[in-house]
Each structure stands twice: as C-alpha cells, then as structure tokens.
C-alpha cells in the first residue's frame, strides 16, 4: 500500500466518522492554508500527468522543474530525481498515472529519512518553561507569539510575554497590545533599552508570579551578525542564569514567501545561535509550499509550526502527513 492511500484511509475516514473535533479542524486548516500552493503545484503536475502518456527523458526534465519551481530546494529535488528515475527502471514504470503515488511515497521518504526530527516543544522539569524566538523583522515573530500564547492560555497555563525587541519602533506597545487582548502577562520597558536586562527582570517575574510559560521576543538584526550574535550571547547567558537548562526552545521565525532568503536566514541564524526549531509562517501566502521540504534538507532543523494564516487556530503544529495529503490532494484527485 503506498503512502499516499494510508494517507487517503486516515484523513478520509476523518472526514466522514466522528474523530476528534479538533483533529478535523486542524486538518481543515492545512487544507485551506494550503490553498494556494495545492491550486499551482497541484494543478502542475496533474496537467503534467495528462500531457504524457509516457515517462520519457521530457517528463522527468517538466517534472524537475515543477519541483525546483515550489522551493522545494535543488539538492532535494536532485535527490528525489534520482531515486524516482531508479524506481521507474526498477518497477518497469510507463505510465505517467501510475507514477503519481511514487511521487507522493518518494518525496515522504525524503523527508523522513535521516535523522528523525521532533516537532513537540521541549517543557521544563520545573517550571517556567521559556522559549525564545529569533528571526528578522516582518517575518511574524510577535504575531506567532501571540497565537502561541493563546493556545498555551487554551492550555490553562500562566503566560508572561517579554518585549526583548527593544530595538524597533513600536515593538514593545505592539506585544503589550497583545497581552491585554489575550489577557496574559506582560513584562517590558521603553524602546532602546539593553534587552538582555529586560529580559533579566521579566524572567525575576515569572519566578515570582509563578509563571509557567514565558514568551520572549526578540529584535533580528541580521545585517549586523556579529553584534546579534553578541546580543544572543548574552541573552541566553542571563536565561540561563536565572533559570537552569533555559530557554528550552530557540525557535527561529521564517517566512515561507521569503523562499530562499528564508533559507539563507535559517543557515545565519544557525550559525551564530543555538536554534532548536523553526517556525515557518505565512504559508497560506505563497504557492511554494514545498518550502518545508527544502528546510529539511539544508538547515536540518525541525519545523516544529506553520503558519496557514492570522488566526492563532491558522498556528499549526507541523504535521508531515497533514502537509503531504494538503498539498497533494488535488493531484491525486481525492
Ligand atoms: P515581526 O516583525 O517578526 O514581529 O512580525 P509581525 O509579527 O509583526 O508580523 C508581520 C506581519 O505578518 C503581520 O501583518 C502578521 O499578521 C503577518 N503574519 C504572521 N504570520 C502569518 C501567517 O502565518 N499568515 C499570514 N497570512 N500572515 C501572517
Ligand atoms: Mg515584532
């Protein structure tokens, strides 16, 4: 049975039978975040499909191209070419439709071999548990923030948010609107303060408000890597400081629109701190969906959410087998 059909039994099963309500919205979710992408890559390699009624040397070149052309990134793509012109030898494979679901196991398989890649985020033993966010500006840092803090609020935990974005414009009265709409904790001072004693003094109130999940934000400043990579030092030195094994998550904030830059920012970042995750945002906005499969191979840091949209419910979980069955659908004309 090939990947795709578990895929098909699972997700079609859930939309007829009574699953678990929150397990058909999330899958609801992908799906409409995924719109976009599913209606070019999709429709791509479906027209693909039709035009062919052989699998010949122009195939596999249009097919290569589809792929390169959704972000799915040149090594894996290479990767994938190789292994599926392998299969079509192999298999003795001729008819394009029946190439289809080899397509869906292959890219799978790309992504899951090697080292398995966890989504869950780290907790900690005693709490608070402090995750800190990085990425440039305008990738959705402080918007993620707040979804996240909704769903840890859903979760009835004590939220604090820190503005340790002390840098830009805005950027603290931005994350305290947030707080007061949400009704979470808040911790910040003005612009232009040092952020690492921001930091200090809302972690000092987490401690004394028994808080359980602290959110800090962060300004990106790429463009100078030796002064960010300086400003992260010392702020990883004081979390640590004051609280033992923190932060328990470093996740970098990309924008999927961003394509390639997303990546080159990824690998920066990667570079000059500690990541332990990836957020990847603004899926819903790009057609090049494949993205994720790209970050897989050249960052090898796991994407631990996406974002399919404004919402905090739009905040997903990564799921692999929700992504593949969103993106591919159409293409498998379920
Ligand atoms: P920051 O500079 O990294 O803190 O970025 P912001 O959090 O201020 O977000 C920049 C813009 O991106 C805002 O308008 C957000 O609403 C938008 N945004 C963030 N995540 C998503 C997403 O997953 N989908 C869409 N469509 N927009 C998003
Ligand atoms: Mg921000």
Do not use: C
Request: avoid cysteine.
């Amino acid at each position: 049975m090939s990947f795709f059909s578990k895929l098909k039994d699972k997700f079609i099963k859930k939309e007829d039978e009574k699953v678990e309500l929150e397990e058909k919205e999330s899958l609801q979710v992908y799906d409409k975040g995924l719109t976009k992408s599913r209606n070019t890559f999709s429709s791509r390699l479906l027209d693909l499909t039709k035009r062919y009624n052989k699998v010949n040397e122009e195939y596999f070149e249009e097919l290569e191209e589809i792929l390169i052309m959704a972000d799915i990134g040149v090594n894996t793509v290479m990767n994938f070419m190789d292994r599926l012109r392998k299969r079509v030898k192999e298999d003795k494979i001729t008819d394009p439709t029946l190439l289809k679901e080899v397509i869906v196991d292959e890219l799978f398989i790309i992504y899951v071999s090697g080292e398995v890649l966890s989504t869950n985020l780290e907790r900690a033993e005693k709490k608070p548990t402090v995750y800190l966010f990085v990425g440039v500006n305008g990738v959705g840092k402080t918007t993620t923030i707040a979804k996240l803090a909704q769903k840890e609020k859903e979760a009835n935990r004590k939220v604090l948010l820190i503005a340790g974005d002390t840098f830009r414009a805005g950027a603290t009265s931005q994350l305290k609107e947030w707080s007061e709409r949400l009704e979470v904790n808040f911790y910040g001072k003005k612009e232009g303060v040092d952020p690492a004693s921001v930091i200090y003094e809302g972690l000092e109130y987490a401690l004394n408000n028994d808080i359980d999940t602290v959110l800090i934000d962060t300004a990106g400043r790429l463009q100078n890597k030796t002064n960010l990579m300086k400003e992260l030092e010392k702020i990883n030195k004081v979390i640590s400081k004051l609280i033992e094994n923190a932060p328990h998550e470093t996740l970098l904030v990309i924008d999927a629109t961003t394509g390639q830059n997303g990546i080159s920012q990824a690998k920066s970042f990667k570079e000059i701190t500690n990541l332990t995750g990836i957020i990847l945002t603004k899926l819903d906005g790009t057609a090049k969906g494949g993205i994720v499969l790209a970050i897989k191979e050249e960052v090898n840091l796991p994407v631990k959410f996406i974002g399919l949209g404004e919402t905090a419910r739009d905040l997903q979980e990564f799921d692999i087998e929700k992504y593949i069955y969103s993106l591919f659908k159409d293409f498998m004309e379920v």
